[in-house]
């Protein structure tokens, strides 16, 4: 009888023993049991399948935290399956586990090319003032767009480098969470003064082609060009501005309203823009190749309006690279590659537009090695002979109708690299 009483407490305490066992949390328990039960359900799973779940947290870490796969895929689950209180709450979950270990980081790479790139294109906006203030002394309505679409570049570039200093360029799961709020809002301003910017240098460029092409088809093709770049830039500004409703949905999900996906719109402003870029581009190849000029002089004045065509490359380039990260919730780190590439498009772009009126500079300037401006008209600083019929508006082989109107054009041509020459019409 007291061996079966003996063996009855033997067995009743050990069954408490595995039960206790069964009920003591582990290490990784306790610390989730401070953030929302969907961040268990997130966790729990992908520490599971790296087989640490049972061992201590700074084992954890040391197995979770240089694994971006894992890193990742917790991150997503957070974003995707907890309402946005919270992941609010959940997000500095990896923070914390991961403060000793170093951050993969772009900051400091997006920020650099930020700077260089808005270094480059202010050198030649400023060659191009200098060009036209001190050389021609006058300046244009396609000098006055450039100065604008400068001006709104280095708001881009502030915006850019600011955001790289509060998360830009980290993984999203390491951007702290009070910042998330301020990238998305500085993101989305930088979008709608990109979009100014690629009008403004577009419609510069077609007023430059508007002053020195006087002929009927290419002034009437180019103002309806014009017209089209200002509507089709109102037509993708709009949509940017108001992507969500209530617009402060945008970050702060909090909000009930909706939003359109944001590369439902980047990807058809993206396609616009290239078909813009190459109509640019072949555009004023006609009225080039009807002029009474040498075979040599053609092919310099093709070549230094189609230098475009390294923009419209760089317009592919982010295209592609936007379609690629298309999928992506890690958006600060997975977007530095557009991003990079938007820079790298404005800044060509800007030097393309002003590359026709350095020309001036080294006729001014070094003219045994470049020529002079005396006795030619120029176009951007390639010579064309004052004695140029263009035979453009009225078919080949015929003049123009109104011959004040030649030497007119020959005048506004010769003024964009001329010194102090007078560019009037009539």
Partial sequence: MSLLLLWSVLLGWGALVVLGQQAAPTPLETYLNNYPSCATKCVIPTIDTLGHANTTLPEISSILCPDIPSRRQISDCLQTGCSYEDQVVAWPLQEVLCTRYPKDSKSAYIRNLTITMSLLA??????????????????WGDDWIMLVA??????????????????????????????????IKLYWIMRQFYIIVQVLLKVSILLFYLRVFPVRWMQISTWLIIAYMLLHGIAFFIPVIVQCRPIARLWDKRIDGSCIPLLDLLIPGAVFSILEDVVILILPIPCISKLNIGRGKKVS?????????????????????????RDTLDETWESITSIAWSLVELTVATICVCLPSLKAILNHHMPRYFGSAKGSGYIGGVGVQRSVTVNVENGPGTEMRDPSRSQSHVREVEATVKGGVEAGRG
């Fill in 122 to 139: 202010s050198i030649f906006v400023l060659l191009r003032c200098y060009s036209r203030l001190y050389i021609l002394r006058r300046f």
């Fill in 150 to 183: 400068a001006v709104f570049m280095i708001v881009i570039a502030i915006a850019l480098i600011w955001i790289s200093t509060v998360g830009l360029g980290l993984h999203v799961w390491d951007v702290e969470a009070e910042n998330i709020a301020t990238i």
């Fill in 301 to 325: 004045l093709v070549t230094l309006f189609s230098v475009g065509v390294i923009a419209c490359f760089t317009s592919m380039l982010r295209l592609k690279s936007t379609i690629d990260t």
